[in-house]
């Protein structure tokens, strides 16, 4: 196989993206919110460890590790974002995309394991009660928390959807949920500072590993939800119901040169979505003018899904429908009876 020249191959694969409505800058933006992501969790990371160890607030060394997981997290996002933009190549001919659905497998299994983490700690800490000190910092530290992940997982989320990123999604999943633990545990806290100072005898500590539990529980359901996701497009599940109706409507607007479909399977890796089915059309039709028919319909479903892999097989339909394409027979009852009649009185047999 001819290998192109490095500049040649950039080109050539500029004109591919060009071709299938793929945005040049689509895997630029990813990159970069990615990266953004990554220096975010790290700076969070080393707050939250460092005011947690001072204080002794295993709320707060819970979210750090929420946010070393987060961190870690990103660092894949990262990785396949870079990775799920590569073109096929021979020994990939289908693409690189479902690195990202790997990569989202991979980011729940850490917060699964973050979570026992954490449940462990926080029933040592119910067991063995210590008092907090200067409850106020870690407070503060979950509000600046709390607010620099809203701002990043609103971006994160922005540029996922608009590019369609499962890992995207996924990191964006992992902020908004420490953006949640983070408000809990700084609410758990200034409870504790504020009961210190108004009501000196009251004893409120055991709101400190109570809340951590909360931070556990919430990421146990954010790390299911994402396996769920993650494991859909692994196993090949069809696309939504809407996209496939989509599909199907863009197939039945060729009637009546198209006069019928059949075996319409569609997936998903990361990004990219394959669409493959068999459309029948009059026998006496051209291989040109067929061909033609198979580039409008690819051309119209890339439209609607940029960068969209679509495989189509030409058969011959004479007008008899057979029970493997019948649900998308585009043809009118009486086109359907004049067929049945030609079967009993010994006619052409059926094309499919």
Excluded at 95 to 119: M, P, Y
Excluded at 265 to 289: I, L, N, Q
Aim: with cysteine; aromatic share 6%.
């Amino acid at each position: 196989m001819k290998t192109l020249p490095t500049g040649e191959s950039v080109v050539y694969d500029r004109v591919l993206r060009a071709r299938d409505g793929i945005p040049m800058d689509r895997e630029q933006r990813k990159k970069r919110v990615a990266l953004l992501s990554v220096f975010s969790n790290a700076t969070l990371v080393a707050l939250k460890l460092t005011v947690g160890l001072a204080i002794g607030a295993v709320s707060v060394l819970s979210e750090a590790i929420h946010s070393a997981v987060d961190l870690v997290a990103s660092g894949i996002a990262w990785y396949s974002v870079r990775t799920s933009g590569i073109p096929a190549d021979r020994e990939h001919p289908y693409g690189h995309g479902k690195i990202e659905n790997v990569s989202g497998t991979v980011e729940a299994l850490l917060i699964f394991l973050a979570a026992g983490w954490i449940v462990y700690e926080a029933v040592g800490k119910i067991i063995r009660p210590e008092p907090l000190e200067m409850a106020s910092w870690g407070a503060a530290v979950m509000l600046l928390s709390a607010a620099v992940n809203t701002a990043v997982s609103r971006k994160l989320f922005q540029v996922g959807r608009e590019t369609d990123s499962v890992a995207l999604i996924a990191d964006g999943w992992h902020l908004r949920t420490d953006v949640y633990t983070s408000t809990g545990v700084m609410a758990g806290l200034g409870a504790i500072w504020a009961a210190s100072h108004v009501a000196p005898g009251v004893d409120l500590n055991w709101v400190d590993p109570v809340a951590a539990l909360g931070v556990a529980a919430l990421i146990v359901k954010a790390a299911w939800d994402l396996t769920r996701r993650s494991a859909r497009d692994l196993l090949d599940a069809r696309l939504p119901g809407d996209e496939v109706a989509r599909v199907e409507a863009l197939i039945r607007n060729h009637r009546p040169v198209v006069k019928g479909f059949h075996q319409l399977r569609t997936r998903k890796s990361g990004h990219f979505r394959f669409v493959e089915f068999h459309v029948k059309v009059d026998p006496a039709m051209t291989v040109e003018a067929s061909h033609r028919i198979t580039q409008e319909l690819a051309g119209e479903i890339r439209g609607h899904f940029p960068g969209a892999s679509v495989t189509i097989h030409i058969e011959p339909c004479d007008g008899s429908c057979s029970d493997r394409c019948i649900e998308g027979c585009l043809l009118d009852e009486a086109q359907r009876g004049s067929a049945s009649a030609r079967r009993e009185a010994g006619g052409a047999p059926p094309a499919g």
